[in-house]
């Protein structure tokens, strides 16, 4: 959702088959593994069955049918194959569809640790797994419908309701706090900041909280909402949110925990 890339997008096939280069596929292979070892012991365990279920390639970038072919069967989801930049209004609308938007590019060796655009690793391996869940499922869902319907200045407060949750939330599980959102799980950098860094911040889920809280996507975040348990997903999705939307807007925004972009020295 990001205003400019350097990236596009590959053209599927006729079939819907992306010929990827190899290296791209190593790309790939290499974030994969990097992941898999950085995730045991953060990732939460929901996510974790996920990935068992997707059964990704370890050394090739999936092609969006093979994907589809779990989440269908599990929570009726769908990846949807987009150019590297879409609207608000395409990016609700697919939500709503019970389709998620993926970009088929892959990010620069440069780039390895964080991109600021959602490239396919973020999208597959980021976000996929928990489409097989019953909860997270039926939050994006809910999220996607409220989204196609709201206003432009609506939008802006539920983005941040997303960004905290599906992007980069936090878990409380008996194990310890997990991570659950897609930004971190694809993002080795942010991985380790989130749970480890004394820079950031832990702060419980209040979604009238999240929607007032400012953020900015080029930068490792300074605070992290943590959800009681995974479940409760189910609950705000199940909540007045535009009603929460609201109050927000007459209670505005919290200050912001960093620095305009502009004023950052160099
Ligand atoms: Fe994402």
Redesign the pocket.
Known sequence: MTKKTRYESHQPDECGRVNWSERENKVWAALLQKQLGLLQGRACDEYIHGLELLNLPAERIPQLSEVNSTLIKTTGWQVKQVPSLINFDDFFRLLANKQFPVATFIRSDEEFEYLQE?DIF??IF??CPLLTNPAFAHFTHTYGKLGYSASKQDRAFLARLYWFT??FGLVNTTEGTRIYG??LLSSPGETIHALESDDCVHAAMQPLDALRTPYRIDIMQPIYYVLDSFDSLFDIAEMDIMTLVERAKNLGLFDPRFLPKEKQAG
């Open positions: 959602p973020h999208e980021g976000h599906v992007e897609g930004g």
